[in-house]
């Protein structure tokens, strides 16, 4: 991958460091060989996300294991749509991932807007803050943060995160990157 998207990786793995300390092995950071184009963010209405996604006939969909079946009827049996356990450990010039936040639970949302709002420099050597601790308050994040890092890292060339519904967690995380 490319440095504009390992540039978000990073964002995402900061966050998981920040907040769950141990939660994965620290290596040094990836380093794109090339600066490449920023990942894409986008919000479309669900009515316009297959007409998004044929201008990149060969954009490959990740999404939430729960939410597959109904992307890959609206997208067609033509679009390679995975979910994003599905997809670890491979690779794919350009990937979009549809959802990630918009399909999670309103409470999972608002730890997310929680999260996102924490300044890691704020933070102590345990993750915790003001007394939150989200190792322990919402240990749920630090699975997503994980899945998110996975489905960035599948991009080799383009990356897009579309959302089809506003959400809370989405906002936040754009706000942040």
Known sequence: SHAGILDLARTV????FAHFPGAASKLPPDEGLY?????GLLLVCEEKLVE????NEGLVILTHEHITERLQ?????Q????GIREAKGLEFPDVAVVDFFSSMTREDQL???EMMSMDE????ESGQRKGVDLRY????LETQLKLLYTAITRSERSLYLIETKRSVAGAAFFAHV
Do not use: H, N, S, Y
Request: proline share 9%; net charge positive.
């Open 73 to 77: 009827q609206l997208c067609g049996a």
């Open 111 to 113: 730890r997310w807007r």
């Open 79 to 82: 679009r390679i749509v995975l």
């Open 13 to 16: 793995l900061t966050k998981l």
């Open 121 to 124: 420099d704020e933070l102590q």
């Open 52 to 55: 998004t996604l044929g201008m």
């Open 35 to 39: 600066k490449g184009p920023r990942p």
């Open 137 to 140: 308050t919402f240990p749920e």
